[in-house]
């Protein structure tokens, strides 16, 4: 018979699950505050998906200056180790287990052994997985070339491995186009980036890459089938109409790689396992403002919150999360008097928090449905309105409320983004 | 010759259009703001970038490190740096933001520790 694994018991007043930027600058400032933490990864490395980001484009409000995701990721582990914070890589958390407010448990395995960790709250940052092609509707052979944008960055630019030589990119959102550009400094040929909306996902200053590199970009266009034996040969193209339906207009392309760039989605399996309510249309936990989910103590930043394309905001939710589990373990819980629900209105697809207690001031963090141009985002039930000159579904908008704006309010919230 | 951008110096991602003769520039229209102005002229004069890759390193956690050029180098220029680039291999250890090479007086640094 195998023996049991030991399993060790240890105590903290918080655990981080997740030692990307929402988790690092959770963990600091947890530690800031006097809370005894211990930070989680289940990598051999802090920082996330930063280190695998090397491009410039982080931190510009965080640190003041442009830096590139590794060196972002290192100014963090550089405080995290100044302060003496504990944290373990290697260590894959697999449980989370809700006894009572104050009584949790997160159970890891490590190369050491399996460990059983009491805290009084979690603070969760596992970041979020890729789309896979099956996912966007992709069929055809089982065939070696097909990556995740990820999976490709993770090759390229982590272990030096350059995953193929002629390549089609599905999505034109950042990180595909991102993904783009690396493939084409590298010496690969970039042969289309296929984009299923009408117009490109990612940043101006990204959509650029293909004008340098002479990418052609098929917008209005989807990936449906990959042939080939053994190795990805050719791609079939469809062209779709104004509703995204498939148009018969088709062609092939051939390469021996696709890079699926399709989204993100918040990783929130062991969330959902212990009851945590998810919200749709974000993918990630339904939140108060505090960050915390509908367990109470247990609180999630960065983009297992939902998807984020900047950094900065990243690393304030992993800090507001860490203010608000002292603020939680100092009172037994987090209370309100009210709890203002925040909706959506016209064009605006997701947007978190999701309840607002007026007794601080907020970010909301939001999304459009559609790109517009000329509008005014508007509360109605507090009279608050902002021009906007574009709004972008790949722009996330962060909006500041006061406190006292907040309190104007009643029960609930609308935010709606129309015409000026 | 029309030259037409989206400009990428502030999130309003103005339309601008330079007109261009002989490398002279004739008129710059579209723009909001005189930096938008001055990014679009020097975009079609002397486009620039600043180029990030991975080097190969022996005895790191991790087999390569990330490197940025210091300054943004000439867009005709890149295909031969990154041939620099790829014949570079470093020894560990290696910090953040150590100077691990120079090509034609553009500093290699390093973003990525080993
Ligand atoms: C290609 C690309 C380009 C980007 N470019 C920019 C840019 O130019 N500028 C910018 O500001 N932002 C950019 N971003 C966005 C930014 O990088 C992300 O928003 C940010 O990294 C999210 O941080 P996070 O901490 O939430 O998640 P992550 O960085 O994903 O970290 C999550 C961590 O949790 C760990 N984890 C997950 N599950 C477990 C478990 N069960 N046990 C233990 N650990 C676990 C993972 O190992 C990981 O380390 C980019 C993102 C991508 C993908
Ligand atoms: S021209 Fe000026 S206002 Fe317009 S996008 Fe460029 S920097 Fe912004």
């Excluded at chain 2, 004069?45 to 180098?73: D, H, Q, Y």
Aim: hydrophobic share 45%.
């Amino acid at each position: 018979m195998e023996p049991m694994p030991q399993i060790s018991m240890l105590s903290y007043d918080v655990v981080v699950i997740g030692g990307g930027p929402a988790g690092m600058a959770a963990a600091v400032k947890a530690k800031e505050l006097g809370l005894n933490v211990l930070l989680l990864d289940e990598n051999d490395y802090l920082g996330g998906i930063l280190p695998q980001c090397i491009h410039p484009g982080f931190g510009l409000h965080y640190f003041k200056e442009e830096l590139t995701g590794p060196e972002f990721a290192s100014r963090l582990a550089k405080r995290l180790v100044e302060l003496g914070v504990e944290y373990r890589t290697a260590a894959r958390v697999l449980e989370i287990k809700n006894y009572s407010d104050l009584e949790k448990v997160v159970i890891f395995t490590s190369p050491a052994g399996v460990y059983q960790v009491w805290t009084k709250a979690i603070i969760y940052a596992a970041g979020a997985r890729e789309r896979h092609a099956f996912e966007i509707g992709i069929v055809g052979d089982r065939v070696a070339g097909i990556y995740t944008a990820g999976e490709a960055q993770t090759l390229m630019d982590i272990y030096g491995i350059l995953p193929g030589k002629e390549v089609v990119i599905v999505g034109s959102g950042d990180v595909g186009l991102i993904m783009a550009r690396r493939f084409a400094l590298e010496g690969a040929k970039v042969k289309a980036v296929i984009e299923l909306m009408p117009y490109p996902g990612g940043l101006a200053r990204n959509v650029m890459i293909l004008r340098d590199f002479n990418i052609p970009l098929y917008l209005s266009h989807k990936v449906v089938e990959v042939r080939g034996r053994g190795r990805v040969q050719r791609v079939k193209v469809v062209r779709v109409d104004e509703n995204l339906n498939e148009t018969g207009e088709e062609f092939w392309i051939e390469a021996d790689t696709l890079v699926i760039s399709a989204g993100l989605i918040p990783s929130v399996k062991k969330l959902k396992k212990i009851g945590v309510e998810i919200d749709p249309a974000t993918g990630g936990p339904v939140v108060n403002d505090r960050l915390e989910t509908s367990v109470p103590g247990i609180f999630v930043a960065g983009n297992s919150l939902l998807i984020n394309d900047l950094v900065d905001y990243v690393a304030e939710q992993g800090e507001l999360a860490a203010e608000s589990a002292k603020e939680f373990i100092e009172k037994g819980g987090i209370e309100s008097r009210k709890w203002v629900k925040v909706r959506k209105g016209q064009n605006v697809r997701l947007i978190a928090p999701h309840y607002l207690s007026g007794d601080r001031d907020v970010y909301l963090y939001l999304r459009v449905a559609r790109p517009m141009e000329n509008v005014e985002l508007r509360i109605p039930e507090i009279g608050k309105k902002l021009r906007l000159p574009v709004v972008k579904p790949a722009e996330m908008i962060r909006l500041k409320l006061r406190a006292e704006e907040i309190q104007k309010a009643s029960e609930k919230l609308t935010v709606e983004v129309v015409r000026a | 010759m029309i030259y037409r951008f989206t400009c990428i110096v502030c999130p309003l991602g103005c339309s601008i259009e330079v007109e261009m003769e002989n490398g002279e520039v004739l008129g710059v229209t579209g723009h909001t703001c005189p930096r938008g102005m001055e990014w679009a002229i020097e975009e079609v004069t002397n486009p620039r970038r600043v180029v990030m890759s991975v080097v190969p390193v022996e005895g790191g956690a991790l087999p390569t490190v990330s490197v940025k050029t210091a300054e943004p180098v000439p867009k005709e220029k890149i295909p031969e740096l990154m041939k620099f680039l790829a014949k570079l291999k470093l020894k560990a250890p290696v910090n953040v933001g150590q100077v691990v090479a120079e090509w034609e007086g553009i500093k290699i640094v390093a973003t990525r520790g080993a």
